[in-house]
């Protein structure tokens, strides 16, 4: 039997709790619910949670701060909802390690085609985890990138802590290394046609990245930028 991926929703209203809840069962999904930052954390601490939907307005701590705290400690990934459509909250989403963004009102079924992209591009829709034999672990410098596990290690085999989003675009850069990929390309590769663009959604999450794996991220030699063109990937990559 396949496990259904086990959603947690973390918002303070509790129609929007009820009805999505409801909406997201009826689609295959487990589901449980929080109104603060306290109850998602203890959840999190005592459940295996897939994904987490997270309101960015909550009465106490707001959303930015949990999934900021969030990511200091797991990779699990997140959604953010928010009732501005600000684009700097967008890349502010982004920059703290949110993998997708959505709009209030929005229409439910965007909601859930969003869930699953997310859960595939991250890989940890339960019970369609599985290895690909072309895609081995991947090593660049003193970094080793294992696909399968979807972990990036350092070259003392710390865990380095990746979102969904970083973790996809690093991989597309491995794949492609010593080649300019342009913004779209980058964005094709690692989000699919199932994630709604946006200017600077790209140069957040290389920014994220260069943060992690760069000795001066101020002058990156491991992903370069190329005027008019995007970013390269400088590494020479081997596959183990």
């Not at 295959?28 to 897939?50: C, N």
């Not at 591009?121 to 019970?127: D, Q, S």
């Not at 794949?175 to 790209?202: F, K, N, W």
């Not at 190329?226 to 990937?233: C, D, E, H, I």
């Amino acid at each position: 039997m396949i496990a259904m991926p086990h959603l947690l929703i973390v918002d303070d209203d509790k129609d929007i709790l009820s009805l999505l809840t409801s909406f997201l069962r009826r689609h295959g999904h487990e589901v449980s619910v929080a109104e603060d930052g306290e109850t998602m954390f203890s959840i999190l601490e005592h459940r295996k949670i897939d994904l987490v939907v997270l309101d960015i307005m909550l009465r106490r701590e707001d959303g930015f701060v949990l999934c900021q705290r969030l990511r200091t400690t797991s990779d699990t990934p997140v959604i953010m909802l928010s009732a501005m459509a600000d684009h700097t909250d967008r890349v502010v989403g982004l920059e703290i390690g949110a993998d997708d963004y959505l709009t209030k009102p929005f229409d439910q079924r965007e909601l859930l085609a969003r869930v699953k992209a997310v859960l595939r591009r991250t890989g940890e829709k339960p019970g369609t985890r599985t290895a690909a034999p072309d895609r081995p672990v991947l090593r660049f410098g003193d970094w080793q990138l294992d696909v399968v596990r979807r972990e990036l290690r350092s070259g003392d085999q710390s865990l380095v802590l990746l979102s969904g989003g970083e973790f996809d675009l690093l991989l597309a850069f491995a794949e492609h290394p010593q080649r300019v990929l342009t913004r779209d390309q980058l964005m094709d590769l690692a989000r699919g046609s199932t994630h709604a663009a946006y200017d600077r959604s790209i140069d957040v999450q290389v920014s994220r990245l260069r943060q992690k794996l760069e000795e001066d991220p101020k002058n990156p030699s491991l992903i370069r930028t190329v005027r008019n063109g995007g970013y390269m990937f400088s590494a020479v990559v081997t596959r183990a």
